[in-house]
């Protein structure tokens, strides 16, 4: 039988678990908002439209913050637009998704949404055709208490108190040829380093994510990240990264290990901030946004620069709505290990997306609301990870990846809030056809009482659907023992396993 090893101490701490690591992101994109999160009509709806189904959903998932309004969709969007009376609010052409975009809902509606779940706001202003002046106005109208032009019209929409965004988006993946105003890495420097000084006018203690590269496979990966912060570095807080993964060309092994690329991709992030910071003989260290991740089935997806006729360019389209399987969940466990694994430099994250779009959750109109198989570890995770990430001593097996060499079959991470008197323990196996029996040593952690669930399924290719929505679901494993301090547990091939300790 394969073994692995893991040693727990809790002297050994990588960093305090920032709980904005579990973000994620509502963009207005084909069914996230519309026939989404909002559906007059829909039997669950409230009067503001908004279905409470999936609201206890989005709850349950135990998301913190939400990025809003885009993505792509932001560099082209006007946010006025979607502020004061519905009836006055313009369609507008939304080049980024090749849809029609009505307005209805907006900022002031968003924030009731988003306070409703439980969420904080994360927001990205648009400098892709806009730029200082209009992030200053949102800023405004969103922030200020009132007795001024912008904040008085909030007051005058309806919404008394401020919204008090703290955390804002020097727009979107800028460096993305696709991406609306690209340019090169110091054009946006110069407007990004010009909005955060404008906006610190009116808040110094505003937090500022700069646009990092919006995955480590663009060509200018590294020196786009290196010009922005040393433009911006005095001015911003973080440094966003962006990673979807998918199989390439049915290479399931690789897939299975896409934590790897993003353990790399967030290690290089992390050296060249800390490059720059030393070239400004900084005392300052910028941190990790990990502000868009998931699994994306990218290369199925239909372009939507195919549908051409303006005129025919459709509300809320049902796009980019992959459904997941048991390996797909436990690939998205294994990048939720590596955020983890990371926690003294990610600090934030944003799992693309929330509802219908490479969601958790998926909506019918006028039907039900469901849990997609990537759900489960997100919300284990978001409820069990507290307090700090451990370091860990992992012995493993390891097995031939062709993009990642030789790794590790077993990956893992462990937590440990001393407060409560709880630990816990994340693992994904990473073999395609080998169960691993895995031995934790958590004496020094002094815990007596021990449970653990896994996801897994004999078919990997199971998916959770409106008829069948529980089809893939974690259940308890079993074979989890703890003895003198020592846990031990199987993992089956291809899974995810959470163990809870107090
Ligand atoms: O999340 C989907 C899209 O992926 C976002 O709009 C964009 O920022 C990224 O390329």
Same mark, same amino acid.
């Given at each position: 039988?394969?073994?692995?090893?893991?040693?727990?101490?809790?002297?050994?701490?990588?960093?305090?678990?920032?709980?904005?690591?579990?973000?994620?992101?509502? &963009?207005?994109?084909?069914?996230?908002?519309?026939?989404?999160?909002?559906?007059?009509?829909?039997?669950?709806?409230? &009067?503001?439209?908004?279905?409470?189904?999936?609201?206890?959903?989005?709850?349950?998932?135990?998301?913190?913050?939400?990025?809003?309004?885009?993505?792509?969709?932001?560099?082209?969007?006007?946010?006025?637009?979607?502020?004061?009376?519905?009836?006055?609010?313009?369609?507008?052409?939304?080049?980024?998704?090749?849809?029609?975009?009505?307005?209805?809902?907006?900022?002031?509606?968003?924030?009731?949404?988003?306070?409703?779940?439980?969420?904080?706001?994360?927001?990205?202003?648009?400098?892709?055709?806009?730029?200082?002046?209009?992030?200053?106005?949102?800023?405004?109208?969103?922030?200020?208490?009132?007795?001024?032009?912008?904040?008085?019209?909030?007051?005058?929409?309806?919404?008394?108190?401020?919204?008090?965004?703290?955390?804002?988006?020097?727009?979107?993946?800028?460096?993305?040829?696709?991406?609306?105003?690209?340019?090169?890495?110091?054009?946006?420097?110069?407007?990004?380093?010009?909005?955060?000084?404008?906006?610190?006018?009116?808040?110094?203690?505003?937090?500022?994510?700069?646009?990092?590269?919006?995955?480590?496979?663009?060509?200018?990966?590294?020196?786009?990240?290196?010009?922005?912060?040393?433009?911006?570095?005095?001015?911003?807080?973080?440094?966003?990264?962006?990673?979807?993964?998918?199989?390439?060309?049915?290479?399931?092994?690789?897939?299975?290990?896409?934590?790897?690329?993003?353990?790399?991709?967030?290690?290089?992030?992390?050296?060249?901030?800390?490059?720059?910071?030393?070239?400004?003989?900084?005392?300052?260290?910028?941190?990790?946004?990990?502000?868009?991740?998931?699994?994306?089935?990218?290369?199925?997806?239909?372009?939507?620069?195919?549908?051409?006729?303006?005129?025919?360019?459709?509300?809320?389209?049902?796009?980019?709505?992959?459904?997941?399987?048991?390996?797909?969940?436990?690939?998205?466990?294994?990048?939720?290990?590596?955020?983890?694994?990371?926690?003294?430099?990610?600090?934030?994250?944003?799992?693309?997306?929330?509802?219908?779009?490479?969601?958790?959750?998926?909506?019918?109109?006028?039907?039900?609301?469901?849990?997609?198989?990537?759900?489960?570890?997100?919300?284990?995770?978001?409820?069990?990870?507290?307090?700090?990430?451990?370091?860990?001593?992992?012995?493993?097996?390891?097995?031939?990846?062709?993009?990642?060499? &030789?790794?590790?079959?077993?990956?893992?991470?462990?937590?440990?809030?001393?407060?409560?008197?709880?630990?816990?323990?994340?693992?994904?196996?990473?073999?395609?056809?080998?169960?691993?029996?895995?031995?934790?040593?958590?004496?020094?952690?002094?815990?007596?009482?021990?449970?653990?669930?896994?996801?897994?399924?004999?078919?990997?290719?199971?998916?959770?659907?409106?008829?069948?929505?529980?089809?893939?679901?974690?259940?308890?494993?079993?074979?989890?023992?703890?003895?003198?301090?020592?846990?031990?547990?199987?993992?089956?091939?291809?899974?995810?396993?959470?163990?809870?300790?107090?």
């Amino acid at each position: 039988m394969t073994q692995a090893h893991l040693t727990l101490d809790p002297h050994f701490v990588v960093g305090r678990i920032d709980r904005r690591v579990f973000g994620s992101f509502v &963009e207005h994109l084909g069914r996230c908002v519309y026939d989404g999160i909002y559906e007059p009509g829909h039997p669950s709806s409230g &009067e503001d439209g908004f279905r409470t189904d999936v609201m206890e959903l989005v709850r349950e998932l135990g998301v913190s913050t939400i990025r809003y309004p885009g993505g792509n969709f932001v560099s082209g969007y006007r946010w006025e637009d979607g502020v004061g009376p519905r009836e006055k609010r313009p369609r507008r052409l939304d080049l980024a998704w090749h849809s029609l975009e009505t307005n209805e809902i907006g900022l002031d509606e968003f924030a009731r949404w988003s306070e409703a779940v439980g969420s904080e706001i994360m927001y990205a202003v648009n400098l892709g055709t806009r730029g200082v002046q209009e992030a200053l106005d949102v800023l405004e109208y969103a922030n200020i208490h009132s007795g001024t032009a912008l904040s008085d019209q909030r007051i005058a929409n309806g919404t008394t108190e401020p919204h008090n965004i703290r955390i804002w988006c020097l727009g979107n993946e800028m460096d993305g040829p696709w991406q609306l105003g690209h340019g090169t890495a110091q054009d946006y420097a110069q407007l990004a380093g010009k909005t955060a000084r404008a906006m610190r006018q009116i808040d110094p203690d505003l937090e500022l994510v700069i646009c990092g590269s919006s995955g480590a496979g663009m060509p200018t990966f590294g020196e786009w990240d290196r010009i922005v912060l040393e433009e911006t570095y005095d001015d911003v807080d973080f440094i966003s990264c962006h990673a979807y993964y998918e199989p390439v060309d049915g290479d399931l092994s690789s897939f299975l290990a896409s934590a790897v690329n993003m353990d790399r991709f967030i290690e290089s992030v992390v050296a060249t901030a800390d490059h720059v910071k030393a070239l400004r003989r900084s005392e300052k260290t910028i941190n990790l946004s990990f502000d868009e991740w998931n699994v994306w089935y990218l290369s199925r997806y239909d372009n939507v620069d195919k549908i051409t006729d303006v005129a025919s360019w459709p509300k809320a389209p049902r796009i980019l709505e992959d459904s997941y399987t048991a390996l797909d969940a436990v690939v998205f466990g294994g990048l939720m290990i590596s955020l983890l694994r990371h926690a003294d430099r990610v600090t934030a994250a944003s799992l693309a997306q929330l509802v219908n779009v490479i969601a958790p959750i998926m909506t019918e109109p006028g039907g039900p609301a469901w849990r997609q198989t990537t759900f489960h570890p997100f919300a284990i995770t978001s409820r069990l990870a507290r307090g700090v990430t451990l370091e860990l001593k992992l012995e493993s097996p390891t097995t031939p990846t062709a993009l990642y060499g &030789e790794v590790p079959v077993v990956d893992a991470v462990a937590t440990y809030d001393e407060t409560a008197g709880a630990a816990s323990v994340f693992l994904v196996n990473r073999s395609l056809t080998e169960e691993v029996t895995v031995q934790i040593d958590a004496s020094r952690l002094g815990m007596s009482e021990l449970s653990a669930e896994t996801l897994h399924d004999d078919d990997i290719h199971a998916r959770n659907t409106a008829d069948d929505p529980d089809r893939v679901v974690p259940a308890p494993n079993t074979s989890a023992r703890l003895h003198d301090g020592i846990i031990t547990v199987t993992l089956p091939a291809v899974s995810w396993t959470a163990v809870s300790l107090s």
